[in-house]
Structures are given as structure tokens and as C-alpha cells.
């Protein structure tokens, strides 16, 4: 079996082994220790020796058999050790038989709901459900997010321990609660998705393999939970943003605007199982703000070409989602829309609102008026407009994309 | 050892790299990628070799802010230095066999790709050994 099918078993199987130890022993933290050692030596002796059986049953045990050691060297002089050694079945230590029935996916969705715990940060929530749901290594989220190891290290440790402090109980939230929890859950995965495919600082533009998690996670979130909208709104608004990846960069790794990118370089089959997604989500009614960017992505992806895009249908769709959620993000790009749809000095005049509110003071609303000056056939103000939008962006691409655009304003023409 | 690698450059030098007219050569968007792969294929060696303790690159020179004791008080300059003045650009802090090893590492720095197809840092990159802190009873 190739080492790349092994590892994508244990990625799935990951939050499944951990829900199973933490159901049987609680021990959150020190749970998670054993679950990554018995994936570490799956890893290693899979691809040798050919798969067991029962691959869940063969981690569960293995991992049960760790997390006994883990509990006795860290609790040595505590009794607990005895009660914990207790707990173990005799049958538990031995490979599971055949017939056994396995817990279903459902653990997976209680150890994800409890990595988004919300006495954590997003960053903490980020950390603790890439390795404990996505089954990655500690140096591996490290790298995605350029940070070194040790301050990942830290992170997740910190995370396991106030999940564990927090003493929720290793079951579904139920009622209200599990609306918010659920929120949680889809935000992380969004904040995921986003760090992956827009990163906010440095030289290079994307990290993809991020996003890429994040839509796998969410893929398995839509199996465990397939009729809730949201749910079924985030996966399809993801896949139809990333399909448009290969064509939002040039050979060199600059910047593509959505307007200028080679259609034909995005997803095919991204964009139709997104819009698939969405279609089946939407007339179930009572849409949320995933669904709604999902249907916007849509509309965007279905144009032929940046001319054909159905503005007024887009201007709609974001006038749904500001009644929703008031924030500055939507209504900058509400202005965009009614720009594109009803003229640029209609735009220009809802972005003054915007500014006069200064909710936003990144370079985004100084760039929407670069552009918007620029369609209203006012070169010179949206030269400085773009310039000044340059000084404010912080990656790198973003701001050679900004200069480049006041370059070319520039009364000399652009320098070469 | 610890030693930590410093690489300078002057706002104008950002600014020239972010595209904006400075009178300096211009980098082409190859030029930035290869520069961009340059300096993450170092960081992966370290990171492969386990090397590497930390790097980042500092944001433009515009944006620091310096608090100097002056007459009795702590005073705020936003912005301090002048266009062209060198100043920290970026740093990596590496665990390493002896200050050869970290002076290899530098002189691979030195030779980031520039713009118009140009190799070389144009300015120096400088080595500094991590100091041991005294400990309390010692000082």
C-alpha cells in the first residue's frame, strides 16, 4: 500500500481514535499524546507490514495501550494510576475482533466541537483541531504557519490543557448551545481556509496546502452533519473560491485580479460541485452569510466572462447578507457591486459612508476607490488613491499589484 | 551555539521591491520569485536539518516606532529613520554546530538573486553569537 494511502487512512481514522479514548478514559490532553504516538508508528510499520484488519481497532488499541503508559509515568505516585489501569478491559488489550462495532463518525464531530471549545482562541482552536481532527504533526502546522515549533508546541499544549480544565463533558452539545458551538466550529474552518488561500503578510500570496485541509475537513463535517445549510453553504463557498486558485496568480506568483483571470484555468468540477452544493442548500430557506457568499461565488464562477457577471444579482445577494451581519468587509464589497451594477458614483457614494465610518483601515477601501476612480475616467485621483492603498498593504504581492496599477496612471506612462 | 544571522536593507530598498519608482533597478515579478524561493528553500534546509530556531523578515523601516529617554520622560518617534538609512531587515536564529557553520550559512544568504536578474546581497550580512545570560547569583 502506498505510503500516501496509509497516511490518508490515518488522517481520517485521527479524530476518530481520539473520540474513542476520550469517551472510554477522559484525559484530553494526554489522550491526544497517545493518539499521535500510535499514528507514528502506523506510519512506520503500515507501509511494511500491510494494513491490519481492523486499522481503527488496531489504532484504538495501540493507542489505549500508550495512553496507560503515559497516565503511569505521569501519575506514578498517585492512586488514580491504579483506578485508570482499572478501567482497562481485559478484552481491550487484546487486537478487537472482527465483529466488533466501532464507534460511528460521531466522535469525530464531538472531538472537532471540542477543539473549537470556546474558552479558546481562534488561533488555539486553528492549532488544536489541525492536529487533533486533521491527524498533522505539530512541525507541520508550525510550518503553515510560520511560526517556529516550539511556539506551536506551546500552543497546542496550552489548548489540550484548558479543554481538559474546561471539564465539558465528551458529548454533543445540545439546545442553544449547540448553535453557537456549531458557529465555532465552522469559523475555525473558515479562518483555516483563509489563512491557506489569502495570507495576510509576507512575500508569497497563498499556502495552499491549508486550504486544501480545511475543504477536507469540511467535506467530512458536510458527511457527519449533511442537512444542516451552513454547513452544506461553507464547504460550497470554499470549493468555489479555491477553483479559481491557478488562475489568481501569474507564473511569477503576482496577483490576477478576478476580472482579468483566465476562466478557463478554473475548477470545472469544483465550481459544479459547488454550485451543486449551494443550488440543493439555498430553497431549503432561511440562508446564512456561508451560503450567501457561497451563492455569490456562484455567480461569479458561472459568468463566462468578468462582462457577463450578473452585478445586479450580486448587489441583491449582498444586500441579503448586510441585513444579516452589518460588517465593514460586506459592505465594501456591496459598494463594489453596486459599482459594477448601477455606475461608479453610485459605488463611490456608499464608500464615503464606509470611510466616514473608519471601520476599516487596511488598504482595501483606499483600493475599491483606486478602481472605482479610475472606471469614473479620473486618472490622477486614482493614481493617488492606489498609491496611497500601497503604502497601507503589508504582502508583498498586494502591494507590487497596487504600485504597478499607479504606475501605469502615472502621466509618464509606466516605467518599464 | 546560537547565533543570529542579520540581513539590513533601507526603506527605499522595500519600496523598490514593492514596485514603487525609487531611481533603483527595478524587480521584475520573476525576480521576486526567485528571490521568494531562494529564501524558503534556506529555511527549509534549516528546518530539515534542525537547524533553524526561528526566522522572520521585519516590516518596512517606515513603520517602527522608537521610545528614547529624553529629559525625564519616555518620547515617541514614529518613523525615525531616514530614506536611505540601513537598518534590521530580517533575522534567522540558528542552533548550530560552531560559528563556521553559521558563517556557511550566511554566505548563502549573500547570494539571494536580486532585481533585473543580479545576484548578491548588496549589503553586508552580519553573524552575532547569542550571549548566556548571567544567572541571577552571578551578577
Redesign the interface.
Given at each position: 500500500m502506498p505510503s500516501s494511502d496509509v497516511e490518508d487512512l490515518l488522517r481520517r481514522c485521527a479524530p476518530q481514535v481520539l473520540g474513542a479514548l476520550v469517551r472510554r478514559y477522559g484525559h484530553f490532553d494526554t489522550a491526544e499524546d497517545a493518539v499521535q504516538e500510535s499514528l507514528l508508528a502506523a506510519a512506520t510499520q503500515w507501509p511494511s507490514d500491510g494494513l491490519p484488519e481492523n486499522p481503527l481497532g488496531w489504532l484504538i488499541t495501540v493507542a489505549s495501550r500508550r495512553l496507560t503508559d503515559l497516565l503511569r509515568s505521569q501519575q506514578s505516585r498517585q492512586r488514580r494510576e491504579d483506578a485508570v489501569a482499572r478501567q482497562v478491559l481485559p478484552g481491550d488489550w487484546l487486537a478487537p475482533a472482527a465483529d466488533r462495532q466501532e464507534p460511528e463518525g460521531d466522535d469525530t464531530l464531538i472531538v472537532l466541537f471540542l477543539c473549537c471549545h470556546p474558552s479558546l482562541t481562534p488561533a488555539s482552536q486553528i492549532a488544536l483541531t489541525l492536529r487533533a481532527v486533521g491527524g498533522l504533526g505539530t512541525?507541520e502546522i508550525a510550518?503553515a504557519f510560520l511560526v517556529?515549533e516550539?511556539t506551536m508546541t506551546r500552543r497546542i499544549t496550552r489548548a489540550k490543557q484548558r479543554v481538559k480544565d474546561s471539564g465539558v463533558p465528551f458529548r454533543m452539545p445540545s439546545g442553544p448551545d449547540r448553535a453557537d458551538r456549531l458557529a465555532a466550529v465552522l469559523h475555525a474552518l473558515y479562518l483555516i481556509f483563509n489563512e491557506g488561500y489569502a495570507s495576510t503578510?509576507?512575500?508569497?500570496l497563498r499556502r495552499p496546502e491549508l486550504s486544501v485541509e480545511a475543504i477536507r475537513l469540511t467535506r467530512m463535517l458536510r458527511a457527519l452533519l449533511p442537512d444542516d445549510g451552513e454547513v452544506a453553504g461553507l464547504l460550497a463557498l470554499m470549493l468555489l473560491t479555491d477553483a479559481r486558485r491557478l488562475a489568481r496568480t501569474?507564473?511569477?506568483?503576482?496577483l490576477v485580479p478576478m476580472a482579468e483571470q483566465d476562466r478557463s484555468r478554473w475548477d470545472a468540477d469544483q465550481i459544479a460541485e459547488g454550485v451543486a452544493l449551494i443550488s440543493e442548500a439555498l430553497p431549503r430557506g432561511g440562508a446564512g452569510p456561508y451560503q450567501l457568499q457561497a451563492a455569490i461565488a456562484a455567480v461569479h464562477d458561472e459568468a463566462a466572462s468578468a462582462e457577463e457577471t450578473d452585478w445586479a444579482q450580486i448587489t441583491a445577494l449582498y444586500e441579503v447578507l448586510l441585513r444579516l451581519a452589518d460588517n465593514p468587509v460586506v459592505s465594501l464589497n456591496h459598494a463594489v457591486a453596486v459599482a459594477m451594477s448601477k455606475g461608479p458614483e453610485a459605488g463611490l457614494e456608499l464608500l464615503d459612508n464606509l470611510e466616514r465610518d473608519a471601520a476599516l483601515t487596511d488598504h482595501r477601501p483606499l483600493a475599491v476607490r483606486a478602481h472605482l476612480m479610475e472606471m469614473s475616467g479620473k486618472p490622477e485621483a486614482a493614481r493617488e488613491a492606489y498609491l496611497a492603498a500601497?503604502e497601507r498593504a503589508?504582502s508583498?504581492p498586494q502591494?507590487?499589484y497596487l504600485?504597478?496599477k499607479a504606475?501605469r496612471l502615472?502621466p509618464e506612462g509606466p516605467?518599464v | 551555539m546560537k547565533y543570529m544571522i542579520l540581513l539590513y536593507g533601507s526603506q527605499q530598498d522595500y519600496d523598490t521591491m514593492a514596485g514603487k519608482e525609487t531611481g533603483k533597478p527595478a524587480w521584475s515579478a520573476e525576480d521576486i520569485k526567485k528571490m521568494v524561493e531562494f529564501m524558503g528553500a534556506i529555511n527549509n534546509d534549516l528546518t530539515e536539518s534542525g537547524e533553524l530556531v526561528d526566522a522572520q523578515g521585519l516590516d518596512a523601516p517606515a513603520l517602527t516606532r522608537r521610545v528614547q529617554f529624553k529629559d525625564g520622560a519616555p518620547v515617541v518617534t514614529d518613523g525615525p529613520y531616514a530614506e536611505t538609512t540601513e537598518v534590521i531587515a530580517g533575522y534567522w536564529i540558528v542552533d548550530v554546530a560552531g560559528i563556521d557553520r553559521a558563517t556557511e550559512i550566511a554566505a548563502r544568504v549573500t547570494m539571494c538573486p536580486g532585481a533585473g536578474g543580479t545576484v548578491g546581497e548588496p549589503s553586508p550580512v552580519d553573524i552575532r553569537p547569542i550571549g548566556q545570560a548571567p544567572a541571577p547569583d552571578d551578577a
Open positions: 512541525a510550518r517556529p516550539s503578510s509576507g512575500p508569497s501569474g507564473s511569477d506568483g503576482e500601497a503589508l508583498l502591494r507590487r504600485f504597478g504606475a502615472s516605467v | -
